[in-house]
């Protein structure tokens, strides 16, 4: 049971480039989520979706865009990357029927931005 | 919006004592609430949760936590720190809608021989 799946794990990036970071989840979970981690400052929300088709700003949105065609896949693109930007990339899914449940977490994306 | 806030980002703890996390929420409904552990370069692994099931909910490797609603607060603790519990823990909380989670700042324990 692979779980949630980032990739790449690191990734060094120059001002001004564009790339993606890719999240898949195996548990059709209707929920996925994007953050980041920064020193002194936790899990901050960057985007989400409920669902296929369905997505939503959380806390920190500027400078990313998502899209969600598949229940699986849950992409996150830095159209021009900015050393603010360095961080810590999590992705996340969970189950949203009925029941509280947990979110369950990929291994992360290092990101640097030069 | 539902937050949490941590209290203290370090807490520092001798091999065999008491380990205590602060968390406290805000909330204007009943909140879910939520302790994850963070071992270096690793992702985020919950340690337990609370749903208003129960205000004393066990978790994972012998932690534990209480739901005090009177103090908003929704602590962590084990009785008896291990070397291997070094790591961060994060608190969290989420919403009514049962979507969006929240996380506090984080508490770095370090636990000495």
């Known amino acids: 049971n692979a779980g949630v799946t980032q990739t790449p794990k690191f990734q060094v990036l120059k001002t001004g480039q564009s790339m993606t970071l890719q999240c898949a989840q195996d548990?059709?979970?209707?929920?996925m989520s994007w953050y980041r981690q920064d020193p002194g400052m936790g899990l901050r929300l960057i985007h989400y979706s409920v669902g296929a088709g369905i997505t939503d700003q959380g806390e920190v949105p500027n400078g990313y865009n998502v899209s969600r065609s598949t229940t699986e896949d849950f992409p996150l693109r830095l159209l021009s990357a900015a050393p603010s930007q360095t961080s810590v990339y999590f992705c996340?899914?969970?189950?949203?029927?009925?029941?509280?449940?947990?979110?369950?977490f990929g291994q992360g994306t290092r990101l640097t931005v030069v | 919006a539902q937050s949490v806030t941590q209290l203290g980002s370090h807490v520092s703890v001798s091999e065999g004592a008491l380990v205590l996390l602060r968390c406290n929420y805000s909330s204007s409904v009943p909140p879910y609430l939520f302790w994850y552990v963070q071992y270096p370069n690793q992702g985020l692994q919950l340690l337990l949760k609370?749903?208003?099931?129960?205000?004393l909910v066990k978790g994972i490797n012998g932690f534990e936590a209480e739901f005090k609603k009177s103090e908003t607060s929704f602590h962590l603790t084990k009785p008896s720190a291990h070397m291997s519990d070094a790591a961060e823990y994060f608190c969290?909380?989420?919403?009514?809608?049962?979507?969006?989670?929240?996380f506090g700042a984080g508490t770095r324990l370090t636990v000495k021989p």
């Open positions: 548990m059709n979970h209707e929920y």
């Open positions: 969290a909380v989420r919403g009514p809608n049962n979507n969006d989670m929240r």
């Open positions: 996340a899914s969970s189950y949203t029927g009925g029941s509280v449940t947990e979110a369950f």
């Open positions: 609370y749903t208003s099931a129960a205000t």
